[in-house]
């Protein structure tokens, strides 16, 4: 039981049905994290005094350190995956919304006044013109999110178990099985990365038009973290 | 429950105030981390950050690096470093680091790329010498956004070593993790408004910071 | 430069409205949303109560405990009853919450530990009183089964290095600590430090206060780590650490009985079946201090699988 995929039995999982849990624990709450702040972006740009308010809440938020939202949120949701989830769909959130508000708001009024001319209506106009445009931010966004994700899930293993790949973390230093650790984050940055190439790849397909490289990099890299609600990226 | 019962009871037991697990002691504690922390990254990507950006080489390298250690766990790090190393304030300080260097090393480089070439070509034209063009034009004009990605990097270390308690490391993470094995909600609640004010005072000390060093001209062209 | 484009954008003034319509796809959008957000398999509620019929099992964030958690969890199902394990969930504190509100059934516990958690004031004069005393203490629903002779109490132990220095043996008790206790620094979970089984009790019991307390874990691999470089020169050890004998430290002797009894003891939900009481019952029978150090160096030295050591164990006391 020294080996580097000797997983312990008390983490009741494979090293692949662990890397299938952390996947699950890192996106799903991305995923609700998107779909949540589209529309709630979408009425910061359209009632422009709820902006403000908005960032200084998610401001807030956002300092939060997981670790102490995970264990005030046991008491309602006891030990389980969804305690860890709910706090990652928060941050991603919080990270998402400035992103895409600052992104829907870049577009334009020139390409607005267009597209009002050629007879879209708003709704459409939101998601045929604004949105696309506004894409490579959003994506930037996702790849700042998903990176803090992945990364965040570990702490859960704190709470009992509920850290998937993080679960290694502690029983690295339980049976004292270094290895176990070092699998731990290769496996983690591994997924970071697929993850992250996966959104490249992703912004390439929505974003025909853009020139290849622009966007990603480290001018997004920049501009996301421009942010001080952007600093999730891996505490 | 309320919270914020928890956070007065918290603030309002005299217990909480002195001695080595007292408010005081682990907010410097923190602190200091964080100041350490943040001066080692500086060191390490200021200057780097500072000479690819002036000469324009090495931004794939840098977006690879990026990526790179933004994919890095830090509580993984953490606990990796722990268990082989022994703990210790030297060991947490790598994390810490590596969390660290890539916000500043990156938004550094992207200031002093995005600086306006006008200006600065001159600067060249009347002769000026490449380091004081880096100095006297490109940093002044950078400043901004350079200071965003120390602030950056200052919040995410204040949020990061809160979980380095969980490897014996003091500062206000303690309260957190001693609150959640003693299943102590005061603790917990009273702790991550410690780090979450903590935080705060991050933002504003660099919102200040930015007031006082980057220059008027500079200020209102952006704002 | 995102930032100035945005700012740009954010000074124009003229904006087509249609707030209306966007508000309402806004709203339809946030509750696909919160649908999207609970879409996990656990439902809070559901997942909070074990499941009708099957015994979950729980463990402690230390090796003995997940260890002796396999242990009743094999012989269990050995009896063919449907086991499920919920491990490593942390200290006493919060496990013993969740035997009361039925996420976990059976929970490996030590008897005078859990007596000192319900009730630091208790007595602890013999085994037996002190699993009276748990039981009436006990949440209603729970019930201690037959402990076993295998016993592994807290310590407070300390480094070779310091007990030269201050001249403490085999025989020297927590007593003669008191004059030297302000110089040292003690390590320990971070639940020791408000447990009677822990500071407190060694501040009332023997009026001893450290220098300060430093936080580590449930006397594993930390805790280990921190006394033998001397990060603290006394820790709280388990007596049956297999590093106690190996790194040389220094058992201080208890003459107040403040720790007290640990027996190893099942903690069962009075749900649990009668072959199930029967099958735990058997293996506290068989289970003695002696046995239990073996077993703990097999997970801990020679790194063994606790399931393993579990089910190899269970096989040789025939009651697999």
Known sequence: ??????????????????????????????AAGLLLALPLAQLCVRLRWLYAPVLGVTTVLYAIPSLAFFVVLIDYTGQTELTVMIPLAVYSLVVLVPAIVDAVRSVPQETLAAATAMGFGPVRRYLQVQLPIAAPAVIAGLRVATASSISLVSVGALIGNQGALGNLLAAAQKYDRPELAVNSVLTTAALAILCDALLVLLRRVLTPWMPRGSGGGPRAAAAASQRPE?????? | MNVLTFVDAFFSDS????????????????????????????????PAGLLTGHTGRGGNAIAFIATAARALPSFGLLVLIVVTLGFGLLPVMIPLVVLAVPPILVTTYEAVRSVDPAPVDAARGMGMHESRILFQVELPVALPLILSGLRSAAIQI?????????????????????????????????????????ALATIAVFWAAGRLAVSPGVRRHRT | MTSTASTHSTRSRTRHTGAGAVALTAVAALLAGCGGSGDTSDNPLAGEKAEAGTVVVGSNNFAESTLLADIYGEALKAKGIKVTYKHNIGSRETTYGLMKNGSITVLPEYNGSLLAFLDPEAEQKSAEEVN?????????GLTLLQSSPAEDKDSVSVNAETAKKYKLTASSTLADLKDVAPELVIGGSPEFQTRHHGLKGLKSVYGLEFESFKALDAGGPLTQAALTRNTVQAANIFTTDPTIVKEKFVVLKDPENLFGFANVTPLVSKELPKEGVDALDAVSAKLDTETLLKLDAQVQLEKKDPLDVAKAWLKSAGLD
């Open chain 2, 158 to 198: 204040v949020s990061t070593a809160t979980i380095a308690a969980y490897v014996s490391l003091g500062g206000l993470g303690r309260y957190i993790v001693d609150g959640l094995y003693q299943r102590d909600y005061e603790k917990v609640v009273g702790g991550a408004t410690l780090v979450a004010l903590l």
């Open chain 2, 15 to 46: 217990a909480h105030w002195h001695g080595y697990d007292g408010i005081p002691q682990r907010l410097l504690e923190h602190v200091q981390y964080t100041l350490l922390a943040l001066a080692l990254a500086a060191a390490i990507g200021l």
């Open chain 1, 230 to 235: 952007a600093e999730v990226a891996a505490r």
């Open chain 3, 132 to 140: 009276a005393a748990v039981k009436a203490r006990l949440d209603k």
């Open chain 1, 1 to 30: 039981m020294n080996g580097f995929f000797d997983i312990p039995s008390d983490l009741q999982h494979s090293w692949p049905g662990l890397i299938g849990l952390h996947v699950r624990e890192a996106l799903l709450p991305v």
